[in-house]
């Protein structure tokens, strides 16, 4: 490709951040910034860890500021969602990026400070402290981490070791550089004589410091009392932040441990009033042992969840989604339901619902009305006899029954009821659609109902089942079950147009009403001010007296000739 076209490929580079591309170049930036927090921290307080290796943690130095470097231009290409749509404009990608204190930090974190080597020499790591700035590509790998993970409370466990660890390094290396900067073995507080067996190699040291680090943060040890001023500010610094250390310990793990068990204490409180329940009415042993067996089932196999409160806070789209990835094979295994349409089994499968049966619990008997189908998940049902011993047939997972009777059929000679007896041999589990659930589906498909109906006909004319003559007698109770159906329809549209008109009507009043309070609070106005001129113009006139000379004289003093 030409350098033309690579151009225009750039031009178009934009990072979505819901993409896994994004979350793995996470995990490259923070295995970076977790060198950077480790390492860089250890050599700048043990020298020879520092010295031995130099070659080597130049390269990895600047390997991370590559990635780092790399990291701020993927952040000026990550998009971000406006109005529900992947913002891709460059430029307000840019002064987005450019506003947040994220990129402040990681401003700071790729300064080139290291040029500072040329004056102090390449064992001073110390420069480099301002590659711990980019903690936060860090945590939010974490959170995207934690959200995708199917073991949250463990990964927040191990999050929360971890950054217990990470105090703890940095607690060690801090009293390493004081006892350095004290001298070794100068009191008992500080680090021991390296010359002296036991700690002069590079393991040795770093082991006792993090041993006193653990002891000192956790305050579960005795450890030499401080001797200096320094000492004894930096120990009590230590005990706050093992009080911190110790609080966030307990709150985070019990709330972790809490959650955990939240699902079991909600499941062990379901047994606990379905046994108060049978104590209080002295249900038989028996058949309480086979409820108590019944719900150890449940929890053994995970079954204990209730999946329509599960998935109540999903938008019905992807409600949808989830359970036709889940059942809609298993539906159209089903004879009637072979060749729908997409639509209607979209339906059906939002009202599966699974059941689970104990061994020898009967699903259905003979004779009974039949109101629900059953679709096998898991599990061995047997066709019996009236006495429950001989088997007729056994039905295996994947499996269907009961279709038939739900669709109450015309001239179907065993009408809407059962044909045969079926009894779980052991733990079964089902998935049920009951007749109404299919009513209310077929209802906004009326060709499907009617396909429906005509391919039950059609396996009940193989199994010889079907009343030809009940059936055409049944057409015009049907005729005018449809007419009472459509007027049915047609009255609840005319309520909800209505309630409709009802509405508008009442606003209408309302404002109309508002109207008039206003108009009159304005008339009110209108006449107190009238009233008002009216008193100032009496109170303005003066008084009329005749005098002697026959002239009038006025309040204000003037005379006048009447």
Request: aromatic residues 10%.
């Amino acid at each position: 490709c030409s350098p033309f076209a690579y151009r225009k490929k750039w031009d178009l580079f934009v990072v979505s951040p819901s993409d896994d591309a994004y979350y793995r170049w996470l995990f490259v930036i923070a295995l970076a910034v977790l060198y950077n927090w480790f390492l860089v921290v250890a050599r700048a307080c043990f020298d020879e860890l520092q010295v031995s290796n130099y070659i080597c943690w130049l390269v990895l130095d600047y390997l991370s500021d590559a990635l780092y470097i790399t990291d701020t231009c993927v952040r000026l290409r990550t998009g971000f969602l406006e109005q529900g749509l992947l913002v891709k404009d460059h430029a307000k990608l840019r002064d987005s990026y450019i506003r947040t204190l994220q990129f402040k930090l990681d401003l700071l974190s790729i300064l080139p400070t290291d040029l500072g080597y040329i004056s102090t020499g390449i064992h001073t790591p110390q420069l480099r402290f301002n590659r711990l700035l980019r903690f936060p590509r860090m945590f939010e790998f974490f959170d995207r981490t934690e959200t995708r993970t199917n073991y949250p409370n463990i990964f927040r466990i191990c999050n929360l070791v971890l950054y217990i660890l990470v105090i703890i390094h940095w607690n060690a290396c801090i009293y390493y550089a004081i006892s350095k900067s004290l001298g070794f073995g100068s009191d008992t507080w500080v680090f021991p004589n390296i010359s002296k067996p036991g700690h002069s190699t590079l393991t040795q040291s770093y082991v006792y410091c993090l041993y006193w680090s653990t002891l000192t943060l956790t305050t579960i040890g005795e450890m030499p009392a401080p001797v200096r001023d320094e000492e004894y500010v930096f120990v009590v610094f230590d005990f706050l932040v093992g009080v911190l250390i110790f609080a966030t310990i307990v709150g985070n793990v019990g709330s972790m441990i809490a959650n955990m068990n939240a699902t079991r204490a909600e499941f062990q409180a379901r047994i606990d009033a379905i046994k108060h329940y049978m104590h209080f009415r002295k249900v038989s042993r028996e058949l309480e042992t086979r409820v108590i067996k019944w719900f150890d089932y449940l929890w053994t196999n995970k079954k204990a969840v209730d999946e329509q409160e599960v998935l109540k806070n999903l938008p019905n789209k992807l409600r949808a989604e989830i359970a036709i990835n889940v059942h809609l094979e298993t539906l159209k295994k089903v004879r009637i339901f072979q060749d729908c349409e997409a639509g209607l089994l979209v339906e059906l499968v939002l009202k599966l619902r699974p059941q689970v049966f104990s061994p020898g619990d009967y699903i259905c008997r003979k004779g009974d009305i039949g109101k629900e189908m059953y679709i096998i998940k898991e599990g061995k049902l047997a066709v019996v006899a009236d006495d429950g011993v001989t088997q007729y047939a056994l039905l295996t997972a994947g499996s269907c029954f009961g279709e038939i009777s739900i669709l109450n059929i015309k001239g179907s000679k065993m009408g809407n009821r059962r044909t045969a007896n079926i009894r779980s041999l052991g733990y079964s589990d089902l998935f049920c659609l009951s007749k109404d659930d299919l009513m209310e589906a077929v209802t906004e498909y009326p060709d499907a109902k009617t396909v429906l109906e005509e391919r039950g006909r059609e396996i009940l004319m193989k199994e010889g089942l079907l009343d030809e003559n009940a059936q055409s007698g049944g057409l015009q109770k049907e005729d005018t079950e449809e007419k009472v159906e459509r007027l049915e329809s047609s009255l609840d549209t005319l309520q909800t147009r209505f309630a409709r008109l009802l509405n508008e009507y009442t606003h209408t009043q309302q404002r109309l009403k508002q109207r008039v309070t206003l108009l009159e609070r304005l008339l009110n106005q209108t006449d107190c001010c009238a009233e008002t001129n009216v008193n100032d113009m009496d109170e303005g006139a003066g008084t009329v007296t005749e005098n002697d000379s026959g002239s009038v004289t006025h309040t204000d003093g003037s005379p006048r000739r009447l």
